[in-house]
């Protein structure tokens, strides 16, 4: 059930590099008044690094093709991926938008510290120490469990948001009537609503109901954070009609 080992590695990996390019970036940039003249660091120019981000970002979805063409053929109906479908292409969007967004992630974070040391009357440097901690990949489980998360729930929301593509577009061609069936992980680890979910059975344009929220897909980003990161539930198709 889900993306393979290998290509949610694959988006690991693109994440925890492009974070850590991200943050070194940042990290010189908002450390200069510290380092060069012994000021407080500068929280603003973490948006200086922003270019380098958008390239890493780049990567990120690119590593996400493989989780995609599984997902399309897990529907298990005719036809080649098709990269280019608008399902796809919409949910792919989404996923650009929630990453792009880091930069201000990283920008609040360093404020945080930086408030918060000046509001305990620390020195400059200590203060800055804070800061070069946020800023370090390994300074804190905070990122690298961020590229978990994001190779996870990424993975696993467009393994799904293909599958039903495919459904869908199958559906359009030739007319038949197609379901779709809800499928919990039941391994332990599973979230209670996700397993009251599990074989919940709808039409492909019919939302599923999850923990109170419509989610037409396992993942879909229309769901609260809570609902849907780390998510690890799939999806089956089968047609009705025939």
Same mark, same amino acid.
């Given at each position: 059930?889900?993306? @393979?080992?290998?290509?949610?590695?694959?988006?690991?990996?693109?994440?925890?590099?492009?974070?850590?390019?991200?943050? !070194?970036?940042?990290?010189?940039?908002?450390?200069?008044?510290?380092?060069?003249?012994?000021?407080?660091?500068?929280?603003?120019?973490?948006?200086?690094?922003?270019?380098?981000?958008?390239?890493?970002? !780049?990567? +990120?979805?690119?590593?996400?093709?493989?989780?995609?063409?599984?997902?399309?053929? %897990?529907?298990?109906? &005719?036809?080649?991926?098709?990269?280019?479908?608008?399902? +796809?292409?919409?949910?792919?969007?989404?996923?650009?938008?929630?990453?792009?967004?880091? /930069? !201000?992630?990283?920008?609040? #974070?360093?404020?945080?510290?930086?408030?918060?040391?000046?509001?305990?009357?620390?020195?400059? *440097?200590?203060?800055? *120490?804070?800061?070069?901690?946020?800023?370090?990949?390994?300074? @804190?489980?905070?990122? /690298?469990?961020?590229?978990?998360?994001?190779?996870?729930?990424?993975?696993?929301?467009?393994?799904?948001?293909?599958?039903?593509?495919?459904?869908?577009?199958?559906?359009?061609?030739?007319?038949?009537?197609?379901?779709?069936?809800?499928?919990? #992980?039941?391994?332990?680890?599973?979230?209670?609503?996700?397993?009251? %979910?599990?074989?919940?059975?709808?039409?492909?344009?019919?939302?599923?109901?999850?923990?109170?929220?419509?989610?037409?897909?396992?993942? !879909? &980003?229309?769901?609260?954070?809570?609902?849907? +990161?780390?998510?690890?539930?799939?999806?089956?198709?089968?047609?009705?009609?025939?």
């Amino acid at each position: 059930m889900g993306a @393979s080992r290998g290509a949610e590695d694959g988006v690991r990996d693109a994440a925890a590099s492009g974070l850590r390019r991200f943050l !070194d970036r940042a990290r010189d940039l908002v450390m200069q008044p510290f380092s060069r003249f012994g000021a407080t660091p500068d929280a603003n120019a973490v948006y200086a690094a922003v270019p380098v981000w958008q390239v890493e970002v !780049d990567r +990120i979805m690119n590593a996400l093709t493989p989780a995609l063409q599984e997902g399309w053929v %897990a529907a298990g109906l &005719p036809g080649a991926y098709r990269a280019s479908d608008p399902y +796809i292409q919409a949910n792919l969007a989404l996923t650009h938008n929630l990453l792009v967004r880091v /930069p !201000d992630e990283v920008h609040a #974070l360093v404020v945080r510290e930086i408030l918060a040391g000046a509001n305990a009357g620390e020195n400059k *440097s200590v203060i800055a *120490s804070r800061v070069d901690n946020v800023l370090d990949y390994t300074g @804190s489980e905070n990122w /690298p469990n961020r590229s978990d998360v994001i190779a996870q729930t990424e993975c696993n929301r467009h393994y799904n948001s293909s599958l039903l593509a495919h459904a869908l577009l199958v559906e359009r061609q030739d007319g038949g009537v197609y379901m779709k069936e809800w499928q919990t #992980l039941t391994d332990g680890r599973e979230r209670e609503a996700h397993l009251l %979910a599990d074989h919940q059975v709808r039409t492909l344009h019919q939302p599923y109901l999850v923990d109170g929220q419509l989610l037409l897909f396992p993942g !879909d &980003p229309a769901g609260a954070p809570e609902n849907v +990161i780390n998510c690890r539930c799939g999806q089956t198709i089968k047609r009705v009609d025939a």
